[in-house]
């Protein structure tokens, strides 16, 4: 069983690849991917995460509204989540933040922001 | 000494007569205490007289000991030992300088690190743009990807893809982002920026890549043609990067190579593949209509 199990929550394949690409490059790590908000909620609610990296532009349900339910959730609000977004403004910014996100990334992601963020936030 | 007679006399009246004979006992001791006081001053002043010349004698060895040759130790046995001093002092040096040899290594190593880490990385972006690419054979699909990986990979922030008509020599927007499909003009071949890159089948990079507040569909930042060996089927035109984009990276511009080849490969096969399961349906229909 892996030590870290990490939840990527994205709408495009080709950056949810390349996120679970670069992230499984820590040791000893687990990724689940989700394709939209509603999805990432399901998987939280099937296991434990210790961290969860969403986008913020999805359909059905947005990376804003997963991160507000999730850490408004007492049996998940400590899991850290990083927001990824290719939205670069203050603004957005603060308002991720403001929700309860503990980081966030913007596109176009560098693998080493993505792995120091990872390795910061599980402490490893 | 006139101070203990002076002290005696002077107590006198101090005392009533009945206290008089413990008075003047108490001056006694008094007297005793000073006598004795006054031999252990001499006594100081003695060992002060005596350590002073201690002292004198032992400055005077210190200076003889250093002047005279080492007791025990032969002409020969110290020569060696001072040549033995020196290719010490030779081998030290060049330790100091191995180990500067060996920390510049290390920062060699450290740098080359790095760059293979970027390198790492570069191909593994360029990996997942190409299996993305060639993950389906659905024209729209395809389409889809293009668009992502310009977004996410390049961050473009407004582009579109735009495919030759090979029967009326212009140029359609297929698909866009930030920007609609309609505002972009049909481009005759070599005709501006973007048909001469579809003429000539070279790459265009405008040195200014600042923010643009509205945008010239006609004038882009960047225009890749999408190239089949010599043949451009279209092109990818980026009119504005996303606000935290200021520049392009080496991985960039591997991208764009990488998007002219491998999108026009995966557009092209993608639009075969429809067509001849357009052309296979309609022949299953006469196939249909003759066996019946």
Redesign the interface.
């Known amino acids: 069983m892996a030590r870290f199990r990490i939840l990527v929550v994205e709408d495009s394949p080709t950056m949810r690849q390349l996120i679970t690409f670069t992230l499984k490059r820590l040791k000893d790590v687990e990724i689940v991917e989700a394709s939209d908000g509603v999805d990432g909620l399901k998987k939280i609610s099937a296991g434990k995460f210790d961290i969860i990296f969403t986008d913020i532009n999805m359909p059905i349900m947005d990376g804003l509204k997963l991160v507000s339910l999730v850490k408004n959730d007492p049996a998940n609000k400590d899991i850290p989540i990083v927001v990824i977004t290719t939205e670069g403004g203050q603004e957005d910014r603060d308002r991720a933040l403001a929700l309860g996100a503990n980081s966030y990334i913007t596109k176009p992601i560098q693998a080493i922001n993505l792995l120091a963020t990872a390795t910061q936030l599980l402490k490893i | 000494m006139s101070g203990p007679g002076k002290d005696e006399t002077e107590s006198g009246p101090i005392h009533s007569g009945e206290e008089k004979g413990p008075s003047l006992k108490s001056g006694d001791e008094v007297l005793q205490i000073i006598r004795k006081g006054a031999e252990f001053t001499q006594e100081l002043l003695k060992e002060n007289e005596r350590l002073r010349y201690r002292l004198a004698q032992a400055e005077e060895e210190n200076f003889s000991l250093k002047k005279a040759p080492v007791k025990g130790v032969s002409g020969d046995e110290l020569s060696k030992l001072q040549n033995r001093l020196e290719s010490l002092e030779i081998e030290k040096k060049q330790i100091l300088e191995r180990f500067k040899q060996v920390e510049d290594e290390n920062k060699d190593f450290a740098n080359r690190y790095l760059e293979i880490?970027n390198e790492n990385?570069n191909l593994?972006?360029l990996?997942?743009?190409s299996?993305?690419l060639h993950?389906t054979l659905d024209f729209k699909e395809v389409l889809r990807?293009i668009l992502?990986?310009i977004?996410?990979?390049?961050?473009a922030?407004q582009f579109a893809v735009m495919m030759l008509d090979e029967k009326t020599h212009q140029l359609n927007a297929v698909a866009s982002e930030g920007i609609e499909k309609e505002d972009i003009p049909p481009i005759t071949l070599g005709t501006g920026v973007i048909g001469n890159v579809a003429k000539t089948g070279e790459s265009y990079f405008k040195e200014d890549l600042s923010h643009k507040g509205t945008i010239d569909p006609t004038d882009p930042l960047v225009c890749i043609p999408m190239t089949i060996k010599e043949r451009v089927i279209g092109v990818i035109v980026i009119y504005n990067l996303?606000?935290?984009?200021d520049k392009f990276t080496n991985l960039d511009y591997e991208l764009f190579t990488l998007l002219a080849g491998h999108t026009a490969t995966a557009v092209f096969s993608s639009k075969l593949y429809s067509e001849s399961e357009r052309k296979l349906s309609t022949i299953q229909g006469f196939i249909d209509l003759l066996t019946k």
């Open positions: 880490e990385n593994a972006n990996y997942i743009a299996y993305q993950s990807i992502e990986i977004i996410n990979l390049i961050g922030e996303l606000q935290q984009k």
